[in-house]
């Protein structure tokens, strides 16, 4: 019997994170869920897993207390490794530099920055002695290019860049494949209420990208036929930044 392989994907309540753990548990992968808060949306996407024949683990805690990511996790690693870490938790508090407040810098690099670490470091070294692993860090456009009102979250997608390659080069010896997904304007709660009038005229492509859009990518860097590629970001933008 085949062994069902593990993918941890953290913000995965909604958006982008619960498009990502209903298509890797489509391609049969027992999805960890993770989620801070919102309980009632997490077990919808749980449920839409399992009523599909998926497997899914519920795991609340927030990524950015170190303290709750280990009781959460070391339990579960002790016996078991995950085969995929998604690093998709985040959030966004915008406002320009000159009047943004000192928790609104803190709390979101906190999120992006600590999370990706508080997480990843306890998963990688697990990955590290079964010698496999991807690991995917969703980024954003963003991180590439520069927003105006979004010099904190600009800063933390930028790091997980850097962050990306550098452990790609790290631990790719182990056969551990580290990449990044770069979405664009994508429809989820960050992007409501955006003026579209302004934006799709910026957008080759003339539409605002659906969160399937990011994870198909995603199922395919988990999957054999990426097993060549590491240390990439890939974007899914619509073409607004090239």
Excluded at 3 to 32: M, N, P, Y
Excluded at 42 to 53: L, N, T, W
Aim: overall charge neutral; some cysteine; glycine content about 12%.
């Amino acid at each position: 019997m085949q062994e069902i392989k593990i993918a941890l994907v953290t913000g995965a309540g909604k958006g982008i994170g619960a498009a990502i753990a209903r298509e890797l548990a489509g391609d049969g992968f027992h999805v960890w869920l993770n989620y801070r808060s919102d309980h009632q949306a997490a077990r919808q996407v749980a449920d839409e897993i399992d009523a599909a024949g998926g497997q899914s683990t519920l795991l609340p805690f927030d990524v950015a207390d170190a303290g709750a990511v280990r009781q959460a996790l070391e339990p579960l690693l002790k016996n078991q490794t995950p085969f995929v870490l998604v690093n998709n938790a985040g959030f966004a508090r915008d406002g320009i530099m000159a009047m943004m407040s000192q928790s609104d810098w803190e709390n979101v690099l906190a999120v992006h920055l600590n999370g990706f670490f508080n997480v990843t470091r306890l998963v990688v070294a697990r990955m590290l002695k079964k010698r496999q692993g991807r690991i995917i860090n969703i980024v954003s456009t963003s991180g590439e290019s520069g927003i105006a009102g979004q010099v904190n979250y600009s800063a933390a997608k930028a790091g997980l860049i850097g962050a990306t390659r550098s452990l790609a080069a790290e631990v790719g010896r182990r056969n551990i494949l580290v990449n990044a997904v770069s979405p664009g304007f994508i429809a989820t709660d960050m992007t409501e209420g955006l003026p579209l009038d302004k934006i799709l005229p910026l957008i080759p492509l003339g539409r605002i990208g659906a969160p399937e859009d990011v994870s198909g990518l995603v199922g395919f860097l988990c999957s054999d036929r990426a097993g060549y590629i590491t240390g990439q970001v890939y974007a899914v933008n619509g073409g607004i930044h090239i």
